[in-house]
C-alpha cells in the first residue's frame, strides 16, 4: 500500500480498530505523516522537513528498548479478534515430543502484548530467553500444559485463525484433542494417532509453490503493474482536486507538482484514451463532457 488513498484508508481502518503493542507507537507516528501528505502539497512550506522528522523518529521507535509502554487493553470481544489475526502471523502451533504447543515467541520489549494475552485468557506463561549472538532478547507466551489444552482449542477456535494457520491449527487440535480425552477418561494416550498428527504438521509447514504464478511474466505483467500504477496517480489527483471535471488541462497543472507523475499521452497510452484510464480508476463522474475530448484517444 503506497498511494495517498490506500494509506489514508488504512489509517481510518487501524484508528477504529487499533494497534495493541509497540507497533501502535510506530502506527501514530506514521499515521500523523499520512494526514499530513493527504493534507498539503507536496511543495508546501516545511513539508519535506517534517516528514523527514517524522521519519527520523519511526526509526527511533523501531529499536530495542529496555522499558517498553504497556500493551493496549479493551472489551474482550476485540481482544479476541485481534489475537486471531497476531497469532495468524507470529504464533507457531508445536509438538515437540509430541506435547502440543501453542506458542508466540517476541522481542522481550513486546513482552507486554504477550503478558496482556496470558491475563486476559487465563492461559500459558511468558518467559524470557536471552539474547543470542547479536540478536535482541526475547520473550514466549508458552500453552503447553494438558490441563490447559482443552481451553487453548476454544480459545483458537473463538479466535477465527486465518490462512496457513488456520489449517495447522485444525491439524494440531486432533493432537491436542486426544491428550484431553485420554485424560478424561484415565487412559493413556494414543502415541501412535499422535504421531500421524505430528508428520502431517510437519508435512503442511512445508513450503509449496503456488500451482499457478502469482503474476504473469513477460510484458503482460510489466504492462498490467504500470496501469495499477497509473490508477494510483490518477485517484491522488482526484484527492488533490475534488471539484470539477479531470481534464487533461488539469491533470497538467496538477502534474506540475509531481515530475514523477505519468505524462497524460502515457496515461492515455496504456488504457486507450484520457476517458478509459479515468473510468478504469474508477472516476467515471470526473470525465469530462466537452465535445472534443475525443481527441484524448490515443490510436
Known amino acids: 500500500m503506497a498511494s495517498k488513498r490506500e494509506c489514508a484508508e488504512l489509517t481510518r481502518i487501524l484508528r477504529t480498530f487499533p494497534l495493541r503493542a509497540r507497533k501502535r507507537r510506530e ?100 518467559r524470557d530467553q536471552a539474547a543470542y549472538g547479536g540478536s535482541n532478547p526475547t520473550a514466549t507466551w508458552l500453552i503447553g500444559a494438558t490441563d490447559e489444552l482443552g481451553a487453548a482449542v476454544r480459545l483458537f477456535e473463538a479466535a477465527q485463525l486465518r490462512g496457513r494457520k488456520r489449517r495447522e491449527f485444525e491439524v494440531w487440535r486432533e493432537a491436542a484433542d486426544e491428550r484431553v480425552f485420554a485424560r478424561l477418561a484415565g487412559r493413556r494416550w494414543d502415541r501412535a494417532r499422535v504421531e500421524r498428527v505430528a508428520g502431517r504438521l510437519k508435512a503442511l509447514r512445508e513450503y509449496r509453490h503456488p500451482r499457478d ?25 482526484a484527492d488533490e482536486l475534488p471539484d470539477g471535471k479531470l481534464t487533461c488541462t488539469a491533470y497538467a497543472h496538477a502534474r506540475g507538482r509531481h515530475a514523477d507523475w505519468p505524462t497524460r499521452n502515457t496515461l492515455a497510452r496504456a488504457f486507450g484514451s484520457w476517458e478509459q484510464a479515468l473510468a478504469a480508476a474508477g472516476l467515471h463522474a470526473r470525465v469530462s463532457a466537452w465535445p472534443g475530448r475525443n481527441a484524448d484517444s490515443v490510436a
Open 27 to 126: 502506527f501514530e507516528i506514521w499515521a500523523r505523516a499520512v494526514d499530513r501528505w493527504a493534507a498539503n502539497p507536496y511543495d508546501a512550506s516545511g513539508f519535506h522537513a517534517q516528514m523527514a522528522r517524522d521519519a527520523a523518529t519511526l526509526r527511533d521507535v523501531r529499536r530495542y528498548v529496555n522499558l517498553p509502554s504497556p500493551a493496549l487493553d479493551g472489551p474482550a470481544e476485540d481482544l479476541l479478534a485481534y489475537l486471531g489475526g497476531f497469532f495468524s502471523g507470529e504464533g507457531c502451533f508445536g509438538l515437540s515430543g509430541l506435547q502440543p504447543r501453542a506458542v508466540v515467541k517476541l522481542r522481550r520489549d513486546d513482552r507486554a502484548i504477550l503478558e496482556l494475552f496470558a491475563r486476559r485468557f487465563g492461559l500459558g506463561r511468558v
Open 213 to 237: 504464478p502469482i503474476e504473469p511474466a513477460g510484458a503482460e505483467a510489466a504492462a498490467r503493474d504500470a496501469r495499477r500504477a497509473y490508477i494510483g496517480v490518477l485517484r491522488a489527483v
